[in-house]
């Protein structure tokens, strides 16, 4: 049996890009609207991922998927035998999971994805 426990460094690298995403974004929007203070949109969308970052941190840090000859276990009972995967693939610091009939999961914020992603195929195979 094989573990994926996510990495705080994961996570905060992860949430870093999600807030240079917001900000750039919250400053064309205000630009687009003729918004005379675009330097607004910035300070906006760094403030939501710092937020949403800390109020799930503890949530997000605790989810660990584990990995058996048979299953991949993870979250809210999710269950998924290794003979419906179809696909996997890595996302960043995320692996995503698609099965058969279209169910897609990911496994969130590890240090390799891409060794995740190849314990999972040779776990399948």
Same mark, same amino acid.
């Given at each position: 049996?094989? !573990?994926?426990?996510? /990495?705080?460094?994961?996570?905060?690298?992860?949430?870093?890009? =999600?807030?240079?995403?917001? =900000?750039?974004?919250? =400053?064309?929007?205000?630009? +687009?609207? &003729?918004?005379?203070?675009?330097?607004?949109?910035?300070?906006?969308?760094?403030?939501?991922? #710092?937020?949403? &970052?800390?109020?799930? =941190?503890?949530? /997000?840090?605790? #989810?660990?998927? !584990?990995?058996?000859?048979?299953?991949?276990?993870?979250?809210?009972? %999710?269950?998924?035998?290794?003979?419906?995967?179809? %696909? #996997?693939?890595?996302?960043?610091?995320?692996?995503?999971?698609?099965? @058969?009939? &279209? /169910? @897609?999961?990911?496994? @969130?914020?590890?240090? /390799?994805?891409? +060794?995740?992603?190849?314990?999972?195929?040779?776990? @399948?195979?």
């Amino acid at each position: 049996m094989t !573990t994926f426990i996510p /990495d705080r460094t994961a996570y905060i690298r992860s949430h870093a890009w =999600m807030a240079a995403l917001a =900000m750039a974004a919250g =400053m064309v929007i205000l630009w +687009a609207m &003729g918004n005379p203070h675009v330097w607004t949109g910035a300070i906006g969308g760094l403030a939501a991922i #710092v937020l949403r &970052g800390w109020y799930l =941190m503890s949530e /997000d840090l605790a #989810v660990v998927w !584990t990995l058996s000859d048979t299953h991949l276990t993870g979250p809210a009972e %999710r269950n998924v035998p290794l003979s419906q995967i179809e %696909r #996997v693939r890595t996302m960043g610091s995320y692996v995503q999971v698609v099965t @058969k009939s &279209g /169910d @897609k999961h990911l496994i @969130k914020y590890l240090v /390799d994805p891409a +060794a995740a992603m190849m314990a999972i195929q040779r776990a @399948k195979a």
